[in-house]
């Protein structure tokens, strides 16, 4: 059995133009995982911010529900081609969940249930860009798709949105990530199609 399980091939469209290079339009929501998926229990969900000092913030799931929510309608971008455009989320910003977090990082080594990785400059989780959601179209967001709760970063490819998030550590460098590890690309802008290291 292969590290990543089997996505799904869409159709061409003639709205390819909407679409960054390389990419083919799906109406599906392919399901890929770089492992099991992580039975979450609610009750004993948390999310952590770990400062550069390690000095740590965390939210309850009854705390992440208190907070503000945001109702985020967002193109999405595998870096294995698919795009799926026009999801709606529903979430808190993690402007809101960094707001009165102290640090002087500029790097973020992000965590999950399960133990996925990935890192992201700080500033691109900022200014209204990025969101940790519980529900996509109106219902509770299915484990499948990183349930209970998963990052959404949709400016880059979606292995940046990490599935089942569970934390963030502030980092003053940088430090790569499950895939980047394994050479993907450290940044993952779509439009620029960076998909692996060199690209």
Known sequence: MGIVTPGFRGRR????AELPPGQYLT????????GPTPQVDLDTWTFTVTTEGYEQTTWTWEDLLALPQEHPTVDL?????WSKLGTTWTGVS??????????AADFVLVHSYGGYTTNLPLEDLLDGQAWIVHELEG?????AHGGPARLLVPHLYLWKSAKWVSGLDLLTEDEPGFWEQLGYHEYGDPW???RYSGD
Do not use: I, N, Y
Request: proline content about 9%; hydrophobic content about 35%; charged content about 30%.
């Open 13 to 16: 469209s003639e709205e390819a």
């Open 27 to 34: 109406s599906d929501f392919p399901v890929l995982s770089a």
């Open 77 to 81: 971008h595998c870096v294995t081609r």
């Open 94 to 103: 993690l402007d809101v969940l960094l707001e009165d977090v102290e640090t």
């Open 139 to 143: 219902d509770p967001l299915p484990s």
């Open 192 to 194: 620029r199609e960076q």
